[in-house]
């Protein structure tokens, strides 16, 4: 089935291949009004780029996004916005040796099976390359919830074994450090963890964190649209992503619900909770406080250590995998994360703006 | 937006509140040709029953289910299955002392700034009686799958801190023991812990695992659409996950690639993975082997315990909620996890029916 | 796949067939606040029934409709909204003349093809008696609508070769006539037409239009999602709909532009038509005016004249088809088009509610 | 909501507006394994390019079509198809006069009110240059559809009153006249018409049909999801078209349920009909015979002749619509139409290869 589209009323479709011509991504539904420009895509798409990134591929990528659509005198006009960055620095023959092999922790094997064909050139469509398509549909779902005073924010939590605790430093400096981690001394300590497992021909994983502030209370559809649920489909939806938490996550398990219940209070005529175990969800509709979401990364399946696999003939073959590979993929992947949780809030936005038949009426002046 | 649907191919709509006329499900997109009997339906249904369980509700409910369409002398014939489940043991009034409230933990808040109005009578769509549409139609999945050789087990992983190694037992007893542990010395020490929080008025959560055998390699549509993110989704929008692991989940974030990656190899025509730390998907499809999932749920929020919260009119106030709760979800949530996973791998399976054209050209005969 | 559910925001998923335990309907979407009970839905529900009417099969249905969620308090909750049918006065026995034989003009053929497997007794899920599940969920559209000023009617245009022109009669008076005709004197004339038909052992078929008022210009989806196209599809997928037109229809093909185009004009603060050729919809948005629909109804299939055909064993064999069918369609089919004209119109006026950020903003508060 | 995405398991979305920087589609769900190449994209997409069409726009575009993705050593291999046309010859200056206006028979004023803010060139999106993105993802269906033994051809049925009987020539000369009539005498006269047409400042409409032969029993999924349904959704979405009509359509209303019923019979081991007024298609389903489908479309609404309309500041205003316009649009819409009904089709035969569990079972090898 059509597997590269997501969302309902604010909705994407993405398309493109690491060794292709380009990358893309359709983006329909946008509100019209809406201050839009390449200039503030390319911005964010930015982020997301090895650049001087030293735990980063050194695949040296413009990632220039062309604007072709939807957008008018620099404001959207409602109509799908399409967007393409060209692939330019593909070393495509850096892929001959693994063309006929399956890589452990790989789509290979899957696609191979499920396709018959497989573009084996940087894990084609499977390629983190493809989350550049993400970044910018999220750069557009940003704005909009900036116009709506929603934020979205995110940073590295862990490296390895080594985590933070976001609460205690400013996430305005995450990007200061090539970890993405706004802890500085933390953020040393996972460049050196990094450059051991670069020399041992290994690699990393890790954990993002988002936190989406200025969500009011009522968003998100139950039973099976839940926001949560959506969130979850959102976040395991980029590769390399095993494990997602709402809230206080697995951590609740082992609570009693005494300690686990978040108290609501009001003061003058705002609703509290006196905690947020929840992470902002419950029953799978927002309660108006931050949203808190987690999203757990393996360690870059590509590593240049000698491994065991079979090849496209079914014989068991040892490989050691070349290329310009991330040692960890977290780092680029906050801004990925960052995207998906944008665009999920918004699409939820949009869909409650009609929950309550006073609302309705609202908008048909 | 109508959340209450979930599914593509294979799809299912649920209805009904907790204490209104009654719950319902229609399931459409059943392949014809399968046996299907209310007796079957009904089998499953009853494990997700309070009956004799001295850990759940004593709400007393037959929740005995009709078949109204979809089955013609016992085999479905393609058309929408449309089930109802009547709503009979409703003790309304028990909920006249929370109807001004906001329960901490649950949906209320959520449902009345979403909707302005709620049906508060045992958490209306919020309660976890609304899973019994779930099961029903996780058994018309379970069905189908077990006709294409696919099996979906669930159990109680852990409950509060006591935590099993489900390889070490055998997962048919596992509906021996009210906990639904199929290890019978850590289902007798959590019996023990279970029995504590009720006399202490409070609950406990837990996780529960699914594995899924026999789905066959190619399963899941990248990149939106692939199978871990779906099984998020559904798994997540069940009242009461607050986490969701595919394989190893949170652990593979500490690990090194060269310990985390699978190797793949051939014995005879047949491809096997020396581990299986990813559960079963790779870049969301499905590699051939076990998929493992578990489910975090929280402790269930409905505590005798007083507790601070506010009520409609914004007051602060105290409340002990009364009435018939469960301690904990997990045990009856073991088959309603279950139901989610088998609906969303069916879905998956069908759509991977058309991945090719060869397997297209050969469903024309 | 999962054809039995239509709309986006506003979501109607049916079930049932005509000789099975019931009918069904979930209405999921529906908009919080909205006055509803089974009373208001039953009214409309009657209009469908064949009655007294002498043009109409003599099953006689109560066609009783019971709500089982998502109303309390007589009230909208904003959760999926349950109805349930029971089928009372079956004749099932009437149809084993039938069992083995593909009716010409009916799905049975194309039914077994698909399934393997039909159910035979009355035309099971392809009966016109799915369509009671439409209604149900129309009432509830057309309740909405009223909330939001727009009111949808319809009416019998023709039988056979009998038209009518509705501007020149009250459209309040069609129910008065079994032929839901708003002219006495071409109802008169119809009524002898399908006399004659029931006389000669056949059947007729005739036009039904619906006029939509009260539309603000802007409701439609482009490019694929457009009111005409919505509608289009709505129309056609009831059973014995050939041809749907929008605004003059097929009449525009032999038309100069000039003749064609409707001339914009103001008044006061105002925008009008000179003309409404384009029948409310101009580029598949909605351009302010009254949207006119027709939907072209064949002739019921079900005749009891001898006719040529198959059997399943693929044996050329000639049938007369005994039971109790419509000579016409068209009549009880008028609050069927009603509210398939009114499901589409209602989602898509919520959809519209965020085509722009000014709208989006002011259902945030 | 996001309207430029149609189909399920064969998903199309399109974005681009006249004169922005370019048209492109998305093709999602194409089964791998077909061979696919820009040379033969462009040859159908040729088809719709004015050429030296003397009854079409002088607007000269290239329409070049480049795949970005989803292919690979030219086959498909089942990831998104990503597909852009550049505009070039764009006269945006043409448009300046009417920038401020809501020509009559136009969208604008429809986009004005929905979106506060409209792309005036051209039409922006609501331009007939959007339809090349619709033959391209077309001529994939097409492609795709040749390898299961399905054609969808079409011509012009007819130009303002002068009508053609297809079944008496051969659909392959369609294309050897402007007019895309198989019917010399016939063309020759619509020749001349439109010619008079072009003198008088004025435009004319007409008919296409389309024919799909080689669809097997059985595609179609009622209620909602009937393949007449979804081919009157298909149809209708395109601008201009103001009605769509099944096998004989509007005629059927006329006539007695024993004139209009196909007899079916048998003859060796096939299945046929006597005659195929219901179009190929019954109940929704097709029943193996052509299917046989028809869009009126109105006359281009842009015409030189001065009209009276209003301007975005409200006032009534006269107008002569200079530019580039065909005089009719039916000749290029043959090409768009038999692509909505190639794409409607296969998803259509896609989603029908799961309806029975033996049918699924030969998937799963």
């Given at each position: 089935?059509?597997?590269?589209?997501?969302?309902?009323?604010?909705?994407?479709?993405?398309?493109?291949?690491?060794h292709?011509?380009?990358l893309?991504?359709v983006v329909?539904?946008?509100?019209?009004?809406?201050?839009l420009?390449?200039?503030?895509?390319?911005?964010?798409?930015?982020?997301?780029?090895?650049?001087?990134?030293?735990?980063?591929?050194?695949r040296?990528e413009?990632?220039?996004?062309h604007?072709?659509s939807?957008?008018?005198?620099?404001?959207?006009?409602?109509?799908?916005?399409?967007?393409?960055?060209?692939?330019?620095?593909q070393h495509?023959?850096d892929?001959?040796g693994?063309?006929?092999?399956?890589?452990?922790?790989?789509?290979d094997?899957?696609y191979?099976v499920?396709?018959?064909?497989?573009d084996?050139?940087?894990?084609?469509r499977?390629?983190?390359r493809?989350?550049?398509?993400?970044?910018?549909?999220?750069?557009v779902?940003?704005?909009?919830?900036g116009?709506?005073?929603?934020?979205?924010?995110?940073?590295?939590?862990?490296?390895?074994?080594?985590?933070?605790?976001?609460?205690?430093?400013?996430?305005?400096f995450?990007?200061?450090d090539?970890?993405?981690?706004?802890?500085?001394?933390a953020?040393?300590?996972?460049?050196?963890?990094?450059?051991?497992c670069?020399?041992?021909?290994?690699?990393?994983g890790g954990?993002?964190e988002?936190?989406?502030?200025?969500?009011p209370?009522?968003?998100?559809?139950p039973?099976?649209?839940?926001?949560?649920?959506?969130?979850?489909?959102?976040?395991?939806?980029?590769?390399?992503?095993k494990?997602?938490?709402?809230?206080d996550?697995?951590?609740?398990?082992?609570?009693?619900?005494?300690e686990?219940?978040?108290?609501?209070?009001?003061?003058?005529d705002?609703?509290?909770?006196?905690?947020n175990?929840?992470?902002?969800?419950l029953g799978?509709?927002?309660?108006?406080?931050?949203?808190?979401?987690?999203a757990?990364?393996?360690?870059?399946?590509?590593?240049?250590?000698?491994?065991?696999?079979?090849?496209?003939?079914?014989?068991n073959?040892?490989?050691?995998?070349?290329?310009r590979?991330?040692?960890?993929?977290?780092p680029?992947?906050?801004?990925?994360?960052?995207?998906?949780?944008?665009?999920?809030?918004?699409d939820?936005?949009?869909?409650?703006?009609?929950?309550?038949?006073?609302?309705l009426?609202?908008?048909?002046?």
């Open positions: 089935m059509a597997g590269s589209t997501i969302g309902n009323l604010f909705r994407v479709t993405t398309f493109g291949e690491s292709g011509e380009g893309g991504v329909d539904g946008a509100p019209a009004g809406v201050e420009d390449e200039e503030y895509i390319q911005e964010v798409l930015d982020r997301r780029k090895p650049g001087n990134n030293p735990f980063a591929t050194k040296n413009a990632d220039k996004v604007i072709l939807g957008v008018f005198e620099g404001v959207t006009t409602g109509t799908p916005i399409g967007m393409v960055i060209y692939n330019e620095d495509s023959k892929y001959s693994i063309m006929n092999v399956m890589r452990p922790g790989h789509a094997y899957g191979k499920k396709y018959g064909i497989r084996y050139r940087g894990g084609g499977a390629s983190g493809e989350t550049a398509s993400r970044v910018a549909a999220g750069a779902a940003k704005k909009i919830l116009c709506l005073g929603v934020t979205v924010s995110a940073y590295t939590k862990s490296i390895g074994n080594i985590e933070i605790d976001y609460s205690r430093f400013d996430l305005a995450a990007y200061e090539p970890t993405v981690m706004p802890d500085r001394e953020a040393m300590a996972a460049g050196e963890f990094l450059e051991k670069i020399k041992d021909s290994d690699s990393a954990v993002v988002c936190i989406v502030k200025g969500v209370a009522g968003v998100g559809e039973v099976f649209g839940k926001l949560d649920a959506e969130l979850s489909r959102a976040l395991m939806s980029i590769g390399a992503v494990a997602v938490e709402i809230g996550g697995v951590a609740v398990t082992g609570r009693y619900g005494s686990n219940n978040d108290s609501f209070f009001t003061r003058g705002s609703v509290y909770k006196a905690s175990h929840a992470g902002g969800i799978g509709i927002s309660d108006g406080t931050d949203i808190i979401v987690r757990h990364f393996k360690p870059t399946p590509s590593i240049s250590k000698e491994q065991e696999t079979i090849n496209e003939k079914g014989e073959v040892r490989i050691k995998i070349k290329g590979h991330d040692p960890i993929v977290v680029r992947a906050v801004v990925v994360s960052e995207s998906m949780v944008a665009i999920t809030v918004l939820a936005i949009m869909i409650n703006a009609v929950s309550k038949i006073d609302k009426k609202l908008t048909l002046e």
